[in-house]
């Protein structure tokens, strides 16, 4: 397992399935992690700041 940081403003997007989330970042690479209480709380904050952008809030 490799650990890495990943600044928040480098990811467009998350999309999550059965058994992962896959982040999509501004350089258009997919990255897939394990889903935990820790990454599922980072996939809700990607969803909530791309809808507050899309909405203007």
Known sequence: MTNMTINLNDIIDAEL????IYLVTVSGKIIRINITPQTRELYWQIKIRNRRKAFGI
């Open 17 to 20: 399935h059965d058994d992962a």
